[in-house]
């Protein structure tokens, strides 16, 4: 067989063939492979497009949570700062408070000394003097015993008594 | 280390096998006639040899269809030359030009073809062969597609290759070379490219339904390209037409005398003869080569068996490089066919100048 010559029976089914192929790979074979191909492309660019545009939005996102926190953080601080504030002025008020009421139960317990001692210096004042009149009873009542030395004595009173009384007025 | 291992033990069971074949061949044949066994093997036949075991040749017997004056139509198989020499005056020749075809005997006594002979030939089979296997592949990547949504994970395996090779072949080859209109002509490129991409592979296989020499057949890579010219002519705008008989060149280089249009039209008439026989020479000198190589253990064996025995070792690793190679021959000829096919319907589409 000539190499360079086609045989007209191989090309009349080759053709034939390479037609029948073609037709069908046209029709259900290749543009639904292609068309697919295509839209999964396009598929990933506009998913690449929405991870670029959630990236974007993250970092927003990232930056206002970051600025949340700061601005939190900032809030903390002086919300400590408040409470240890309030805390000293309550402390520095309970002390206060504390003093004024020592104060004035120191004043109570002095004044309640005072009145229990008076009472006592009263009371002592009443038993000397029951002990003095009764001291002042026997020594008058001895005195008294001798008639004229007793009116005397009674005179010598009456003087002092009277001096007293003058040097009062 | 293990492949290694295998691949010296398949070398050595390659060699032990050529060894056994080529002494029996050389046996037989009494001398070795490496340019028939090349020719025996790329050249077209009536029948399918698969192998020879002992005396008896295993072979797929074809269907002969003919159209002659003598007898009109005639379809039988060519089984019938194994029996008799002739069949209703038609006999298969063995000398001159129709070696190997089918010829009748004229009034005077010459050899002559039948008016019609479109006998299913081994490359026709193969040509059926390879076009079932590519309607398989490709229909059944495109059921697969059909049943997914875009937003599917990507495909993995043979569809993945698929896909690999469809998007790499539309990418770097259809759409820069057509142009904005590739969409059009992008089944037609995808199933050039695969058909020819098959067919090559099918060739390299060395056993049935391998091993055919289809790319490597004027006929086959003529209606390849005849397709192409059909595209280019059939659908090239107003401008390519104009370019190719009113060109834009000085009046006196197209009137009187159409030297310039007679340059564009033979332009036209060569590009599919430039893809008929680039892809036809370069499958055909593969095949040639590798056959070559497979033949110098022939040759050695007919000199001397020592010697014979030491050239398979050389043969069989020139042949398995040969085969890698046509490996990437096989693709490289449907990637060029593809592309060469692609940059003439681009510039059949060419834009309005103003």
Redesign the interface.
Known sequence: MSFLLPEAGLLFWMLLSFGIVFFVLYKYGFPIITSMIDARKKFIDVALTNAKEANKRLKGIEEEGKMILENANNEQIRIIREAVKAKEDIISEAKKIAGDEAARMLEEARESIRNEKEEALRELRGQVAELSIAIAEKVLREKMSDGVAGKEYINKLFDEALSVKENKQ | MTGLRYILVTLMFFVAGFQAGAAAHTQQNGGVDVKKIIFEH???SYEWHITTVGEKHIAISLPI?IYSKRVGWEVFSSSVFHENETHKGFFISTIG?N???LVELDEYGNEQRPL??????K??LS??IT?FV??FL??Y??RW??K?K??DP?PRGFIGI??ML??MV?DDVIKPNVGKKY?KY???L??LFF?IFLSNIMGIIPVFPGGANVTG????T???A??TFLTINLFGNKEYYKEIFWPNVPTWLKFPIPMMPFIELFGVIVKPFALTIRLFANI?AGHTVILAFVSIIFITMSVNTYIGSGMIVVSVFFTVFMNVMELLVAFIQAFVFTMMSSVFIGLSQPEHRH
């Not at chain 2, 019609?116 to 030939?121: A, E, K, N, R, Y």
């Not at chain 2, 057949?217 to 086959?220: C, H, W």
């Open positions: 790329v050249k077209d269809i030009d070696e190997g075809k019609l002979d479109i006998s299913v030939t490359n026709v040509v059926f076009s590519l309607l490709v229909l990547t495109a597609y059909a997914r875009p937003g990507a698929m896909e469809i998007t539309v969409r992008t089944p037609y995808l199933t058909f057949n004027i006929a086959v003529l209606a390849l005849l397709s055909l």
